[in-house]
């Protein structure tokens, strides 16, 4: 087995395993835990597999105000997709949240998704196949590891954060839109 078959199994195990217990056991601290853990073996394999860590983290001011622009484009293509596709059911209302439970949702978690993602899976298939077919294949990858009840909105959000990463280069524009989305998501679940 190639070491490239190995570090990919790997990551789909922490990735796995990860979300089960995470689901499972609910404690925040696990989850933080899980969710830094998933960050440093996602940027571990990526920079193992030939990404630079310059190239990763890029930043390029442009890019920041694009990224603030996409999210408004999110949300229209989502609001198309919900009127195909409904939703089976209310998405869940956050009450108590303390400030761990915040930056997991803000921050922690979007970051750490990104580099999984958009950042080690994503790069392996764009080094075996077309851009598009490796925006298809990231976002369905990103949106199986979501509840299946919204995948639809999941997916068309995890395309526009793969074409993002495409086209930038870099992971700060998907993690910037992702952290926003996950801010705002937050906030309208927290006040209605």
């Known amino acids: 087995m190639s070491k490239s078959i190995l570090r990919f199994l790997i990551f789909l195990t922490v990735l796995w395993i990860g979300s089960m217990m995470a689901y499972y056991v609910s404690s925040m601290w696990f989850i933080v835990i899980w969710y830094a853990g998933l960050f440093l073996v996602s940027l571990y394999f990526s920079l193992k597999t030939g990404e630079k860590l310059s190239s990763l983290f890029k930043l390029e001011g442009k890019w920041i105000l694009k990224s603030v622009l996409f999210l408004p484009l999110i949300y229209v293509l989502m609001a198309v997709v919900t009127v195909l596709f409904p939703t089976a059911g209310t998405t869940a209302q956050v009450q108590n949240v ?43 990858f990103f949106s199986l590891f979501h509840p299946f009840e919204i995948f639809p909105q999941i997916f068309v959000m995890s395309l526009v954060l793969s074409v993002v990463r495409e086209i930038s280069g870099s992971l700060v524009p998907p993690m910037i839109i992702h952290c926003l989305n996950n801010t705002v998501a937050l906030m309208i679940s927290f006040f209605t």
């Open 98 to 140: 303390d400030l761990i439970t915040a930056l997991v949702i803000t921050l922690l978690g979007p970051v750490s998704e990104e580099m999984a993602f958009r950042g080690y899976a994503q790069s392996i298939v764009r080094r075996k196949m077309s851009m598009n077919s490796t925006i298809l294949i990231s976002a369905l």
